[in-house]
């Protein structure tokens, strides 16, 4: 494929993707006693039984090493309204959690104001071309009713059912 066609499909595959909406989610790990987290949005439920979850991190990411060497993570599913704390965890940085409110819970950190959280024990990690898919195997999960933050279009939002 030439230089040109090729900026055009991937710009083509972006957009596409783009136009799919996903949950936020704030992927935890602990480093000794500091805690590590980013911005995911590539995050799935694979299996109830066992129960096990997917996120996929970047291949560079520093949170990817601490998940690697640990083999434990935390899934923290945001809420409406929470696009500041997604934002927070997006950028680089080791100073994410400051001012964060969060505790250890299961091994994990475990973000307070998450309306949603899983701890979950690395069950294998697959190349996935720019990134690494963690499988994980679910230990652990809590969830308060509260409608999600969800991420289309480049823009955040949230999900309401369609009222008949």
């Known amino acids: 494929m030439n230089p040109i066609a090729a900026q055009e499909f991937t710009a083509e ?11 936020v989610t704030v992927v935890t790990a602990l480093d000794g006693a500091r805690p590590h987290g980013t911005t995911v949005s590539a995050f799935a439920s694979l299996s109830l039984d066992p129960p ?4 996929a991190l970047d291949r560079g990411s520093d949170l990817l090493t601490v998940v690697r060497s640990g083999g434990r993570f935390g899934v923290n599913v945001l809420g409406h309204g929470q696009d500041a704390l997604a934002l927070t965890f997006a950028r680089k940085g080791t100073d994410k959690f400051d001012g964060v409110d969060w505790s250890l819970s299961a091994g994990v950190p475990r973000v307070d104001a998450a309306p949603g959280w899983l701890a979950c024990r690395v069950a294998d990690l697959v190349d996935g071309g720019d990134h690494v898919v ?25 999900h309401s059912a369609e009222q008949e």
């Open 52 to 55: 096990m979850v997917l996120v």
């Open 134 to 158: 963690v499988l994980g195997h679910v230990e652990a999960a809590a969830r308060v009713d509260h409608p999600p933050l969800t991420y289309h279009q480049r823009t955040f939002g949230t």
């Open 13 to 23: 595959f972006r957009d596409v993707m783009a136009s799919v909406c996903t949950p």
